[in-house]
């Protein structure tokens, strides 16, 4: 008599396995007949140059600027920024040394305020206000590497300070940023030349920001770049340089 019931669970345990398992391969069956999704952003192609992360500091005190002294900011705003021999805290703005070219490493070594010239080309980056701040430095890759220089980093007016350290430096070394771009193509932007095969990126780096476009199709236009004062007009096609003529 006991063992009725007993036989009874037994098969219905059975037949609720086989169930399960005819449930089971029905549903993998459909999963797998189902097509696959495609991924549509599967063919986007992502411009590693995009993917770079830049430090921002967003300084606004001379607290901020003594921050950077001892350690080594590199140049991003090639061709724009002047420099000048650092005559103990004082620079003369009648005699600019150059200009700052891009990627170039500087190692700071102090920060001063000094009133500049209310127009000319001292002001051309860095409005006068008040005073001007500037960066003492030294360049490590010089044939000097222990004379010091100085410039302009943001002004003081009307009780406050602007300070454009994040447009002008890079903060992390710009060769280990973009390294993708690879060993000879940073030996041509450290001689400040452009091959062709360079990217508008690439060469902007190796020439500095000051440049005239054709159009506003980057990647597919001419680019006259001041460098210096030594005009250099890159054909682009397909963000490759494809010809590279140096003006007179």
Not at 130 to 144: I, K, Y
């Amino acid at each position: 008599m006991q063992k009725g019931p007993k036989v009874a669970l037994a098969s219905a345990g059975v037949f609720v396995l086989v169930v399960a398992g005819l449930i089971g391969n029905q549903y993998r069956k459909n999963h797998e007949d189902m097509p696959v999704a495609k991924n549509p952003y599967a063919d986007v192609k992502v411009d590693p140059d995009a993917l770079v992360f830049l430090k921002k500091e967003r300084p606004d005190s001379i607290a901020n600027e003594r921050a950077l002294i001892g350690k080594t900011v590199w140049v991003s705003a090639g061709g724009q920024m002047d420099y000048y021999v650092d005559e103990g805290k004082h620079v003369n703005y009648a005699h600019p040394v150059g200009t700052l070219l891009g990627a170039t490493p500087l190692l700071i070594k102090d920060v001063f305020e000094q009133k500049a010239p209310a127009t000319g080309r001292a002001v051309l980056r860095i409005p006068a206000g008040e005073r001007q701040v500037l960066l003492a430095f030294t360049m490590p890759n010089s044939s000097d590497p222990k004379k010091e220089y100085a410039t302009p980093v943001g002004n003081y007016s009307n009780g406050l300070y602007t300070l454009v350290n994040d447009e002008v430096f890079f903060y992390d070394d710009p060769h280990v940023l973009y390294k993708h771009w690879g060993a000879e193509t940073w030996a041509h932007i450290d001689k400040h030349e452009v091959v062709p095969g360079m990217s508008e990126n690439q060469a902007m780096m190796a020439l500095g920001q000051v440049m005239t476009p054709s159009s506003d199709s980057m990647g597919d236009r001419y680019v006259t770049y001041d460098n210096d004062g030594h005009p250099v007009v890159v054909q682009f096609e397909k963000n490759k340089a494809v010809k590279v003529t140096p003006q007179k």
